[in-house]
């Protein structure tokens, strides 16, 4: 029998080969992280909600792993797969404005859209939000092997 978590990072891991104009190497890192082209730390969340919002709960130790890869790699993302609806994709930076240094027990991160719209995405320390569209995964992560300096560009404010 095939499991949820073989099944969201199989989705995920399809889209990045996909994505891919050149070959790209994939190792495991952890049970929720993997190493892409040997630069970039990639934390997989998932929710198996059919419909939006999409919750994502990171404990302590999911932070701490995730910071474990932003030290450890030149570029950090952390994937969200939203049920069959898409992934939303954060660099290190869009995720510490959602959940800050400051690791708590159990934080929360949610990302919720209509039909045909990008991501909004709040949580524990930003409930205003930024959106990101299903179309930056995997270009975010091919964007960052393809140049030495990636710097993406802040997330588009919500007023």
Request: aromatic share 8%; with cysteine.
């Amino acid at each position: 029998m095939i499991g949820e978590l073989e099944q969201n990072h199989g989705v995920l891991l399809a889209r990045l080969v996909r994505g891919a104009e050149a070959p790209v190497e994939i190792a495991t890192h952890s049970r929720s992280a993997y190493v892409v082209g040997g630069r970039c730390g990639l934390y997989v969340k998932y929710s198996t909600s059919r419909l939006s919002p999409w919750s994502f709960s990171f404990s302590a130790v999911h932070q701490r792993e995730i910071q474990n890869l932003s030290d450890e790699f030149q570029f950090a993302f952390v994937a969200l797969v939203c049920g069959k609806d898409g992934i939303a994709c954060l660099n290190a930076r869009e995720l510490n404005r959602v959940l800050d240094d400051d690791h708590r027990e159990t934080e929360w991160v949610k990302a919720s859209r209509r039909p045909r719209e990008k991501y909004l995405i709040t949580g524990t320390d930003d409930r205003r939000g930024f959106k990101v569209a299903d179309s930056e995964f995997p270009a975010k992560l091919i964007t960052a092997l393809a140049t030495d300096s990636y710097i993406a560009s802040d997330p588009e404010l919500i007023s």
